[in-house]
């Protein structure tokens, strides 16, 4: 049995890629995956049917092998280079703290940069099942 890891899946569109082992692009439709997968991250392994479309081959019966793949965990920055940015981030907020106690919002651009750093902090933070 063939297997490979997800190259790519849009759970919108139904479908995606497989790169098996072998190094060959395998189309992955929505219908391959188990009956109680909706969805499959990308570098999840798998093994599958093969046959031969009209465009090429692509997957059948797909079963995942393994955990699933985390995106965040790869690419989370190292914990000392988060105690950096934790620290920055408290400067920031302690600023806007002060802002708030004198009774004054601080401004849109400052608004609008310290939420997107909230946001990116938070994901570096967010832990996948």
Same mark, same amino acid.
């Given at each position: 049995?063939?297997?490979?890891?997800?190259?790519?899946?849009?759970?919108?569109?139904?479908?995606?890629?497989?790169?098996?082992?072998?190094?060959?692009?395998?189309?992955?439709?929505?219908?391959?995956?188990?009956?109680?997968?909706?969805?499959?991250?990308?570098?999840?392994?798998?093994?599958?049917?093969?046959?031969?479309?009209?465009?090429?081959?692509?997957?059948?019966?797909?079963?995942?092998?393994?955990?699933?793949? #985390?995106?965040?965990?790869?690419? +989370?920055?190292?914990?000392?280079?988060?105690? @950096?940015?934790?620290?920055? %981030?408290?400067? $920031? &907020?302690? #600023?806007?703290?002060?802002?708030? +106690?004198?009774?004054?919002?601080?401004?849109? @651009?400052?608004?609008?940069? %310290?939420?997107? $750093? &909230?946001?990116?902090?938070?994901?570096?933070?967010?832990?996948?099942?």
């Amino acid at each position: 049995m063939p297997s490979g890891k997800v190259r790519w899946f849009d759970a919108k569109r139904g479908f995606g890629f497989i790169t098996s082992d072998d190094g060959e692009d395998v189309f992955l439709p929505a219908s391959a995956l188990p009956a109680s997968v909706t969805t499959v991250r990308k570098g999840s392994k798998v093994e599958f049917s093969m046959v031969t479309g009209r465009k090429g081959p692509q997957a059948l019966d797909v079963q995942l092998v393994g955990p699933t793949a #985390s995106i965040i965990r790869a690419t +989370r920055p190292e914990p000392d280079d988060m105690a @950096a940015i934790v620290e920055d %981030l408290i400067k $920031l &907020l302690d #600023s806007a703290g002060g802002k708030l +106690r004198r009774h004054h919002y601080p401004s849109e @651009a400052e608004s609008r940069k %310290l939420a997107a $750093l &909230l946001r990116a902090v938070a994901d570096d933070f967010d832990v996948e099942s």
